[in-house]
Antibody, heavy 120, light 106 residues
Framework: QVQLVQSGAEVKKPGASVKVSCKAS????????MHWVRQAPGQGLEWMGWINPNSGGTNYAQKFQGRVTMTRDTSISTAYMELSRLRSDDTAVYYCARDRVAVAGILSYWGQGTLVTVSS | DIQMTQSPSSLSASVGDRVTITCRAS??????LNWYQQKPGKAPKLLIY???SLQSGVPSRFSGSGSGTDFTLTISSLQPEDFATYYCQQSYSTPYFGPGTKVDIK
């Protein structure tokens, strides 16, 4: 069965960077785009971008351009999301989510989420 | 960018009620509209994709309709496990989400 297992909670200081991992299993990792979505406390869902695990190509939401980097390691079926120059309003749960079919923007499988807290 | 709105932002309902949530896009998105359910402390769950297709394993009391700019999610008979927040999301272009609709117990 498809599983996405994310890395554990992080506490970072303003200005630092954070890198969250998402290990996939139960399917062909390179066959489906991986998206990243975040949710600030008590707020809605915010799409951050996607990565094509096959080519490494990426598409980022304009809001995060220049601060986010999505990468992957196909040898271990793991996707990564790194966010730099962290601010307090980056405090959120970060989710990875696999597309339903190749690339369609339909997020059918989700990781358990990783809480990132930004605090001085 | 295509903006998504939802109404109502929250609603109170009883078990057995028929519940309808509306989602509107700022421009036509054909049928590229998906619905998710999220319970507190949990990851979202895909319910409906392509406006009206039921995701595998999702109960048939959930249904979706619409095309163009106006869409609805209907729960035909609300069950205790359906109290949650529901989000629409367009997949026509940059996959932004709507602001959500919280369904709680009356």
């Amino acid at each position: 069965q498809v599983q996405l297992v994310q890395s554990g909670a992080e506490v970072k200081k303003p200005g630092a960077s954070v890198k969250v991992s998402c290990k996939a299993s139960g399917y062909t990792f390179t066959g489906y785009y991986m998206h990243w979505v975040r949710q600030a406390p008590g707020q809605g869902l915010e799409w951050m971008g996607w990565i094509n695990p096959n080519s490494g190509g990426t598409n980022y939401a304009q809001k995060f351009q220049g601060r986010v980097t999505m990468t992957r390691d196909t040898s271990i079926s793991t996707a990564y999301m790194e966010l730099s120059r962290l601010r307090s309003d980056d405090t959120a749960v970060y989710y990875c989510a696999r597309d339903r079919v190749a690339v369609a923007g339909i997020l059918s499988y989700w990781g358990q989420g990783t809480l990132v807290t930004v605090s001085s | 960018d295509i903006q998504m709105t939802q109404s109502p932002s929250s609603l109170s309902a009883s078990v057995g009620d028929r519940v309808t949530i509306t989602c509107r896009a700022s421009q036509s998105i054909s049928s590229y509209l998906n619905w998710y359910q999220q319970k507190p402390g949990k990851a979202p769950k895909l319910l409906i994709y392509a406006a009206s297709s039921l995701q595998s394993g999702v109960p048939s009391r959930f249904s979706g309709s619409g095309s163009g700019t106006d869409f609805t999610l209907t729960i035909s008979s609300l069950q205790p496990e359906d109290f949650a927040t529901y989000y629409c999301q367009q997949s026509y272009s940059t996959p932004y989400f709507g602001p959500g609709t919280k369904v709680d117990i009356k």
